[in-house]
């Protein structure tokens, strides 16, 4: 599976964006993956923010974004979605998404980088006024 993640851009603190990453490939079946959001802002390691399961809507977030991120599926467009509401300066960072294969009837959302064989490409957020 391939992945392209897109929507990202220049915002004010507290405005909202919303980021897309949208799976592609022969074959393929989106409910057969688990997908991460994860982001890496300069001098940080990146770090997991936001996960849902295969097709049973098990979702994590990371503390940071608790509350002002949301995630949602659309298996019949093969896209995943990050709603980011009330953005913070320190929500600067370039997000990517990635692919871990799943069972589609578990509530397999896993948090760690190494569970994620696929990854698209970032793409930029920046908060700033």
Known sequence: ???QAS????VQPGGSLR???AASGSGYALNYYA???FRQAPGKKREVISCIAGSDGTTFYADSVKGRFTISRDDVKGTVYLQMNTLKPEDTAVYYCAAASA???SNYA???ETSYAYWGQGT???VSS
Do not use: A
């Open 35 to 37: 997908i991460g959001w």
């Open 1 to 3: 599976v391939q992945l």
């Open 7 to 10: 929507g990202g851009g220049l």
């Open 19 to 21: 980021l897309s990453c």
């Open 103 to 105: 069972n589609p009837s």
């Open 110 to 112: 896993p948090v760690q």
């Open 124 to 126: 930029q957020v920046t």
